[in-house]
């Protein structure tokens, strides 16, 4: 089993940053491909970004490409969601999620253990 809590969300305004992190514990970190997915009111879950056992391979959602960064700190079993020039329209419950895989996946069904969200608020 892998327990996650996310932490770092808050309220910022459109334009700004904000870091969200995921502590891991349990099974062996390193040999955990991560994922960070987002729920808005009213919507479905939505894919946002993974990262794989290394780190050398990330994959984005084409609505955050170019905006947030993905990294993960094994020794630390941290993963992070950097996410800059922040809009309205990604406001949302943000959860992180891993999966006892090699290979990153961006379906949520794929995903073994999930974290209790974070939200992430944006004001225009």
């Known amino acids: 089993q892998v327990q996650l809590v996310e932490s770092g969300g808050g309220l910022v305004q459109a334009g700004g940053s904000l870091r969200l992190s995921c502590a891991a514990s349990g099974r062996t970190f390193s040999r955990i491909t991560m994922g960070w997915f987002r729920q808005a009111p009213g919507k479905e879950r939505e894919f946002v970004a993974t990262?794989?056992?290394?780190?050398?391979?990330?994959y984005y959602a084409d609505s955050v490409k170019g905006r947030f960064t993905i990294t993960r700190d094994n020794a630390k079993n941290t993963v992070y969601l950097q996410m800059n020039s922040l809009k309205p329209e990604d406001t949302a419950v943000y959860y992180c999620?891993?999966?006892?895989?090699?290979?990153?996946?961006?379906?949520?069904?794929?995903?073994?253990?999930w974290g209790q969200g974070t939200q992430v608020t944006v004001s225009s």
């Open positions: 990262i794989s056992w290394s780190g050398g391979s990330t």
């Open positions: 999620a891993g999966r006892s895989w090699v290979y990153v996946s961006q379906d949520s069904g794929q995903y073994d253990y």
